[in-house]
């Protein structure tokens, strides 16, 4: 038994330990309760009564260290594991990690630059509601119940109310009922533009949606004219597109002006020479305008003999399309970064 306990406490000083595999074999061997030194504490019974104290003591000393050498190695085994995942030491040297925020989307960028150019010349900035009454929406502007303009303009009802058709509610086909929550509540002179989302019942295509943008901008004072609409018009195609770019009146008809008129720009497509864009005419139409219909002012409360004034309209997309030759509506609202990146720093 002696010679066996010698034989193990050699083992045991030589085992090599540098894994946790084999810092587990070492304890299956010599510490578990199915290994050698259990087995031979059992072996002790058959052991003479003379000698079972001597043998006693020297396997109590090789279970002590069987244990103590498990000890040690565990911690150290521990110890390596521990520095093996902490973070590696940061190299200062290292170029940054790029900042990938968002870019502007484009259509946010051209309502911006057309607020900024005419904030300069003394508009503010107006907001109304996109659900709207009828009366807001059409009956104001002078579209009566049954007025063929209003074909031009289908919406979306959202509720029909007991009160008669004024009252029903809808959502909104341009900004203009902005125009005249604004007159209502404010004496003259009022010069302020209203950008903002509006509504029509139409076939999504690369032509048309059913979910746009407008900012029309209207001005009220006693004298005003239609040199200033023309004015104020030439001011900002200048500021908005490419230096000599023309522009001119076409005259056309909308209810709640008069006289009316659509605003054309040479095509900044193909400089005026005819394109797909501008079916070949070399201009495009940017806006609507006129002289705000004396029953409109009004409808408001204002006397269209003491004050007269002007108000247009133009379609985001629109401006946005010819400033960045975009050819389809639709890709606006499908958040396709390949489209979206494009505007990266404009
Ligand atoms: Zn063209």
């Given at each position: 038994m002696l010679d066996k306990v010698k034989e193990l406490d050699q083992e045991i000083k030589q085992f090599d330990i540098n894994t946790p595999e084999q810092l587990e074999l070492f304890r299956m061997k010599f510490i578990s309760r199915k290994g050698v030194i259990t087995e031979l504490f059992e072996g002790?019974?058959?052991?003479?009564q003379a000698d079972r104290r001597t043998v006693g003591q020297e396997l109590n000393g090789l279970k002590n260290l069987a244990q103590e050498r498990f000890e040690t190695f565990s911690q150290l085994i521990d110890e390596q594991r521990t520095t093996a995942n902490s973070a590696p030491?940061?190299?200062?040297t290292l170029p940054t990690i790029p900042n990938l925020t968002g870019t502007q989307h484009p259509l946010s960028l051209v309502r911006q630059r057309i607020i900024q150019i005419f904030e300069r010349i003394g508009f503010n900035v107006a907001d109304g509601p996109e659900i709207e009454s009828d009366w807001y929406n059409f009956g104001a502007l002078?579209?009566?119940?049954?007025?063929?303009?209003r074909d031009m303009q289908d919406t979306f009802f959202v509720e029909k109310t007991s009160e008669g058709a004024s009252s029903d509610m809808l959502l909104r086909t341009h900004t203009s009922n902005v125009q005249i929550r604004l007159m209502e509540r404010q004496k003259p002179p009022i010069r302020s533009i209203m950008p903002g989302r509006v509504y029509r019942n139409e076939t999504i295509s690369a032509r048309a949606h059913c979910m746009f943008h407008q900012v029309e901008g209207i001005y009220i004072d006693r004298n005003v004219g239609f040199k200033d609409l023309k004015d104020t018009l030439y001011h900002f195609v200048k500021e908005m597109f490419e230096p000599g770019t023309q522009i001119r009146f076409r005259p056309s008809y909308f209810?709640?002006?008069?006289p009316s008129a659509e605003i054309d720009i040479s095509c900044q497509i193909c400089g005026g020479k005819g394109c797909n864009i501008c079916k070949h005419s070399g201009w495009v139409e940017i806006a609507g305008s006129g002289m705000v219909d004396p029953q409109v002012i009004a409808n408001c409360g204002i006397d269209p003999e003491e004050y007269t004034g002007f108000a247009f309209g133009m379609g985001i997309e629109r401006i946005t399309q010819l400033k960045?030759?975009?050819?389809?509506?639709?890709l606006y609202t499908e958040n396709d970064v390949r489209f979206l990146r494009q505007f990266e720093g404009l």
């Open positions: 002790l019974k058959s052991v003479p030491p940061v190299d200062l002078n579209f009566p119940d049954n007025h063929p303009a209810p709640f002006t008069e960045y030759v975009v050819n389809d509506l639709r």
